[in-house]
């Protein structure tokens, strides 16, 4: 046998499951998370809020419900405490969502590397310069009853398209 090094699973402000069993496991065994999708799919950035009328026709967030109709707003409510951190601080929310990303390696005791999609050599300068934010108690704070209010799920219902497939 081999051993894990890393486990790769969603973690975000609005994905936070992995916490339930997934970081105490590889905290016990000396594995280190690798959370994608750390900005939750682009919405813990702010950069749009209502999927369907935002993003483009082959967009997939355009089918998931936490991004669409009455969740998207809802959703964007709860963007509030991440957007008074990065004004205070001077960041961007996505900076904010990578810093709490990055600073859960010291609040669960094992290494965390989060992975980040971009597409621009700026975002990847402003991606970095996040690993020198340190939140304060009082940050982490306001931004931890986030996931916990999130509406919608994280996929679409996909049973439909593969019903019948054995």
Known sequence: MHPIAAVQSEWSLFSRD???????AAR???????????????????????????????????????FTG?????NAALLAPLREIAEARGATLAQI??????????????????????????????NTAATRIELSADELAALEPIAGQV??????????TSAGRE
């Open 28 to 66: 016990e065994l000396g594995v280190a998370l690798v959370p994608y999708s750390p900005l939750g799919r682009g919405f813990l950035t702010g950069s749009f809020v209502q999927a369907e009328q935002e993003l483009g026709e082959d967009d997939f967030r355009r089918l998931q419900p936490r």
């Open 18 to 24: 992995i916490e339930e069993s997934v970081v105490g």
């Open 151 to 160: 509406a919608g799920a994280r996929y679409a219902d996909m049973s439909a």
């Open 97 to 126: 969502a990578l810093a709490w990303v990055q600073q859960q390696a010291q609040v669960h005791g094992l290494a965390v590397v989060p992975i980040p999609g971009t597409r621009t050599r700026a975002r990847i300068e402003q």
């Open 70 to 74: 009455d969740n998207a707003a809802a």
